[in-house]
């Protein structure tokens, strides 16, 4: 070793030497950016603002139809005769939804038509999950009776084939001041786009 290096006057990658100094450096900046590369590749699939994947099924558009009355139950001594008494144990009435999609974020309006009353809306809030359904809620109008009863609806699970939805929701009715509950299955029927 000692003639190597009184013959080139330093040993090979000596770190005290300025050039093989920056040699070890620039490859350690190389290494670095590779690892970022990999790492901003890996975390832009999931970014809101990378590019829809073609595989999503497109809930976006204005919809309308009608829903069918499955089953109202009725909890609690409050919601006792609801069912029959607001229209909702059996029937069809109309539908209309306005969707707006953001990968797998929906958002939008719905509006329910129902017996002996005028149309409920509220905002809609889903997301298109992994199997092509799109499961969401929305809160609606509250009916002020006795206090306040909210409905919303829950478990919206629907899918799309063409400019068809199918699939359906629970409506759930809640007082705020008594206890129970007034729960509707509804299925859609005839949901198409516009």
Same mark, same amino acid.
Do not use: K
């Given at each position: ?42 975390? !832009?699939? $999931? *970014? %809101? ?11 976006? +558009?204005?919809?309308? &139809? =009608? ?47 129902? !017996?002996? $009353? *005028? %149309? ?11 199997? +092509?359904?799109?499961? &969401? =809620? ?57």
């Amino acid at each position: 070793m000692t003639v190597e290096v009184a013959r080139f006057g330093r040993l090979r990658n000596d770190p005290s030497s300025p050039a093989d100094s920056l040699n070890v450096g620039i490859g350690r900046i190389l290494w670095c950016l590779a690892g970022s590369m990999v790492l901003l590749a890996a975390c !832009g699939c $999931g *970014s %809101p603002t990378a590019p829809a994947s073609s595989s999503l099924p497109n809930f976006q +558009g204005q919809f309308a &139809g =009608s829903y069918v009355i499955t089953s109202c139950n009725e909890t609690g001594v409050f919601f006792s005769g609801f069912c029959v008494g607001s229209g909702s144990s059996i029937g069809t009435f109309p539908l209309e939804l306005s969707l707006v999609q953001n990968q797998t974020a929906i958002s939008g309006t719905v509006i329910l038509s129902r !017996g002996g $009353g *005028s %149309p409920i809306r509220g905002p809609f809030q889903g997301t298109v999950q992994s199997s +092509g359904h799109l499961t &969401g =809620s929305a809160t609606l109008e509250p009916l002020m009776l006795f206090g306040t009863i909210n409905r919303d609806i829950t478990a919206w699970d629907t899918t799309i084939v063409g400019n068809s939805l199918n699939g359906g929701f629970t409506l759930v009715h809640r007082s705020t001041t008594e206890t129970g509950t007034m729960t509707v299955h509804a299925s859609l029927l005839q949901m198409a786009r516009r």
